[in-house]
């Protein structure tokens, strides 16, 4: 029994090194407009663990800092499609988008030639 505890203790102790409190990540989510970078960095700030989120209107690269401890790419994508922004692992929902300003219908080839 003891011997069990002690592994037990050194698989957990493990596990907690292996995550990392400041884990850089970058992933590529849709926008177009300075509206839409302030909504994906404050949708990602929010979510808990984000550190920090600047993403980049030219090449849509969102780069991350956050706490592995508390969060993951897959959540922080998700927080990003609920305020209607698509990423690879995760598409808005329609009402999500259609919420967003008329300028930042990333999806509509008029609003994108627009913004060039």
Do not use: P
């Not at 050194?10 to 407009?33: F, P, R, Y």
């Not at 922080?76 to 929902?93: E, M």
């Amino acid at each position: 029994m003891k011997h069990i505890v002690i592994m037990l203790a050194m698989v957990l102790g493990m596990t907690a090194i292996a995550q990392n409190k400041n884990m850089k990540a970058s992933i590529e989510v849709d926008g177009i407009c300075e509206m839409c970078k302030a909504r994906i960095e404050k949708a990602a700030i929010k979510t808990a663990g984000v550190k920090s989120a600047v993403w980049s209107i030219e090449t849509h690269e969102l780069r991350l800092i956050f706490d592995e401890r508390k969060t993951n790419l897959k959540e922080i994508q998700k927080s990003l499609a609920n305020v209607g922004h698509d990423t690879k692992a995760f598409k808005a929902t329609d009402e999500a988008y259609n919420g967003l300003h008329a300028c930042c219908k990333y999806r509509d080839e008029t609003v994108k030639n627009d913004h060039k």
